[in-house]
T-cell receptor
Framework: EDQVTQSPEALRLQEGESSSLNCSYT??????LFWYRQDPGKGPEFLFT???AGEEKEKERLKATLTKKESFLHITAPKPEDSATYLC???????????FGKGTRLHILP | DVKVTQSSRYLVKRTGEKVFLECVQD?????MFWYRQDPGLGLRLIYF???????EKGDIPEGYSVSREKKERFSLILESASTNQTSMYLC?????????????????FGSGTRLTVV
């Protein structure tokens, strides 16, 4: 069964304190792995798609990396406005549906 | 600016009422999805549609139905609302996976409808 597990569930960091969020996945034939950001009371906002092991993508203070079993979202020198829930999701080759993890709630303290 | 629009941000309904949640997208996307999101449970797929008049059950379809009469509109129907259907409901749309480069865009989500059933 296809599955996505994110850790930690919640993370509190001081402003400027870099860290990483983890997404472990099992899927029969990966088409793509996605990262989304979700602010409270809003829908998820698409950040990145990663397709194959070794791939990396960056956007401002965020960098996503991918291996055959997991993905990391690295946050460098975060700011309070980076506070949000970050969702990881995978799409199998056979399907248009994507499977979401439960997310990591990130809180950056000023 | 392309977007997915959900008709209501907040909705309060009584137990037993028939409830309609509307979703419209202006991106000419073939695929549309309905999720519910609950604390500790994450996003769970209720129904999805890959084309007009087409619908398929997701992981938790019980108590729900959908309608897709036009490409841009996907409606979620709660046949007889119950308190355990109190939740945040999210609509999303996407390009089909057989379209080259489609995955570069992922899903586009609406802002959500927070439904309370009393």
């Amino acid at each position: 069964e296809d599955q996505v597990t994110q850790s930690p569930e919640a993370l509190r960091l001081q402003e400027g304190e870099s860290s990483s969020l983890n997404c472990s996945y099992t899927v029969s034939g990966l088409r793509g792995l996605f990262w989304y950001r979700q602010d409270p009371g809003k829908g998820p906002e698409f950040l990145f798609t990663l397709y194959s092991a070794g791939e990396e993508k960056e956007k401002e203070r965020l960098k996503a990396t991918l291996t055959k079993k997991e993905s990391f979202l690295h946050i460098t020198a975060p700011k309070p406005e980076d506070s949000a829930t970050y969702l990881c999701a995978v799409q199998a080759e056979r399907d248009d549906k994507i499977i979401f993890g439960k997310g990591t709630r990130l809180h950056i303290l000023p | 600016d392309v977007k997915v629009t959900q008709s209501s941000r907040y909705l309060v309904k009584r137990t037993g009422e028939k409830v309609f949640l509307e979703c419209v997208q202006d991106m000419d996307h073939e695929n549309m999805f309905w999720y519910r999101q609950d604390p500790g449970l994450g996003l769970r797929l209720i129904y999805f549609s890959y084309d007009v008049k087409m619908k398929e059950k997701g992981d938790i379809p019980e108590g729900y139905s959908v309608s897709r009469e036009k490409k841009e509109r996907f409606s979620l129907i709660l046949e007889s609302a119950s308190t355990n259907q109190t939740s945040m409901y999210l609509c999303a749309s996407s390009l089909p996976i057989n379209l080259e480069g489609a995955a570069n865009y992922g899903y586009t989500f609406g802002s959500g409808t927070r439904l309370t059933v009393v």
